[in-house]
């Protein structure tokens, strides 16, 4: 069974930056998408960002441009650099990971893996 470890939240004041983490334990093959998803307090789960085996990304609209995902295959871990934060960013961030090609639409359903999760705490 595939295990996620995400590290790095915290609080911080809008504009700031954050660097989350989340490595993978029991599992070291390829040919797989990990994702970065947020919830809100009251609010569905949402799709941040998603990379692929061949390291290809895709972002949600909201953000594009501040946020980057990225992935270190020899250290199994995957990161997210949240720059230019908002207040509306604050959400528990939790890793994802599915086997296969990523979904195109940064669904959440078809993901089989979850950490369990870091606060992100963005203040104005």
């Known amino acids: 069974q595939v295990q996620l470890v995400e590290s790095g939240g915290g609080s911080v004041q809008a504009g700031g930056s954050l660097r989350l983490s989340c490595t993978v334990y029991t599992y070291s093959g390829l040919g797989y998408c990990m994702a970065w998803f947020r919830q809100a307090p009251g609010k569905e789960r949402e799709g941040v960002a998603t990379i692929d085996y061949n390291s290809r990304t895709n972002y949600a609209d909201s953000v594009k441009d501040r946020f980057t995902i990225s992935k270190d295959n020899a250290k199994n871990t995957l990161s997210l650099q949240m720059n230019s934060l908002k207040p509306e960013d604050t959400a528990m961030y939790y890793c994802?990971?599915?086997?296969?090609?990523?979904?195109?639409?940064?669904?959440?359903?078809?993901?089989?893996?979850w950490g369990q999760g870091t606060e992100v705490t963005v203040s104005s």
């Open positions: 994802a990971l599915k086997f296969g090609a990523c979904p195109p639409s940064l669904s959440r359903s078809v993901f089989t893996s």
